[in-house]
Structure formats: C-alpha cells, structure tokens
C-alpha cells in the first residue's frame, strides 16, 4: 500500500535555482493540497486541487506553481527558490465524501534547504 | 476566517501517566470537524481521533480521548498510559463541513516528550 509518496526526501538547493517536488497517490483520491511546515507555524496550504486540471491557490501560494494533468500526481514547482522557502513540505490527498473532503492522508515529507 | 490555538509550544509526562493537551479554535460555523493529527520524528503525519462537531459524544481511539467543548470552542486530547513512542508533536486542526473540498486550518503544534 503505497498511499501518498513524495519525492525527493531532501533537497538543496542555491537562490534562484528552481525545482519540482513530486507527489503521487494511488489511492484514486480527487483532493490534493501542498503544504510547508515551518517551526511553531503548524502547517500551511499553498495549493491545492479538487480534481485532475483544477487547482486553487492556499494560503501561501506565492513561490510556487502546481498542475494536475491526472488525478494521481500533484507536483509543486519551485520558480526561482528562495532561503524563506526552506522548509518541509507535506503532500497530502484526502476522498470526497458526501460531506465534501475527508480524512487527509500525508505523505512522508520533503525537506528543502535553499542557501 | 478560522483560527486553531495551542497554547502549549512543549509538555512532557512520565511513561504510564496522562497527559491532556490543548486546543481551542475561532469559528462562526455550526457544523466542523477537530482532528489530531500526531507528528513523530520520521515526520509522518498520522491521524490520531476524528471528532465531528455534530456529535455530542466525545471520541475515543484507544488511550486516546478527548473532550469536546463546542460552546467553549476547546477540543483538547488526553493521552492515557503514556508509552515512549507517543512522543511526537501533535497538531490539532480544523475543517468546515462542507459539500465539496475545504482547507485545513492547523494549530502550531505541541512537542510532547515522554520521560522513561
């Protein structure tokens, strides 16, 4: 059971050097969202998706660009990185349920450094 | 907008005791789930208790429980018989019930330590 996976687990990068962060589920979930974890901040949404082609902005988009060309991959890419988006960022996906989305399942994490 | 508070950066217990952690959220909807959500150091988020807000009945999931205070807006966890590998940070969180996709507001997070 494969469930959410991201990769790289760890990344460094220099300022201005862009990159992609992948993320796939197989568990044929329709919501996707990224989010960054930054010490005593919790963790914040930067994007997230409701369905293959359809994505929407979080609460901290800016940096950052997505697509969803099919229902399991949601890739985060870094434009031009910058040292305040060093960070670990969660890919998760979650079902919909007649009450809208459920349970969210995480993936394990990327850790990015950007010097 | 929502809020979700934890006003305890760190706590610690003594293995086989209970500890209760805080949270308290802002919302002006009537009809919301609370998750605790439990973040050990392999950085794997994993989904501790689920309650939902129409329900007056407090969940339980093992050793863990909480209580729910929807007037108060309060939903803090209790962690009974604590055991080594429940040191982690846990975040409490927030979703509207909603008919189609709603975020997920998270709380900064409380690093629990559990002392042999």
């Known amino acids: 059971n494969a469930g959410v996976t991201q990769t790289p687990k760890f990344q460094v990068l220099k300022t201005g050097q862009s990159m992609t962060l992948q993320c796939a589920q197989d568990m044929n979930h329709e919501y996707m969202s990224w989010y960054r974890q930054d010490p005593g901040m919790g963790l914040r949404l930067i994007h997230y998706?409701?369905?293959?082609?359809?994505?929407d902005q979080g609460e901290v988009p800016n940096g950052y660009n997505v697509s969803r060309s099919t229902t399991e991959d949601f890739p985060l890419r870094l434009l031009s990185a910058a040292p305040s988006q060093t960070s670990v960022y969660f890919c998760a996906s979650s079902y919909r349920s007649q009450w809208g989305s459920n349970i969210q399942y995480f993936g394990a994490g990327t850790r990015l450094s950007v010097l | 907008a929502q809020t979700v508070t934890q006003s305890q950066p760190e706590m610690s217990v003594q293995e086989a005791e209970t500890v209760t952690l805080s949270c308290t959220y802002d919302?002006?909807?009537?009809?919301?789930?609370l998750f605790w959500y439990k973040q050990p150091p392999s950085r794997q988020m994993i989904l501790v208790i689920r309650q939902e807000a129409y329900k007056q009945q407090n969940a339980t999931e093992n050793r863990f429980s909480v209580n729910f205070q929807k007037a108060a807006k309060s939903f803090s966890l209790k962690i009974s018989d604590s055991q080594l590998g429940d040191a982690a940070m846990y975040f409490c969180?927030?979703?509207?019930?909603?008919?189609?996709?709603?975020?997920?507001?998270f709380g900064p997070g409380t690093s629990l330590s559990v002392i042999p």
């Open positions: 919302t002006s909807e009537s009809d919301y789930y």
């Open positions: 998706s409701v369905g293959a082609g359809i994505t």
């Open positions: 969180a927030y979703r509207r019930r909603e008919t189609s996709y709603d975020k997920v507001i």
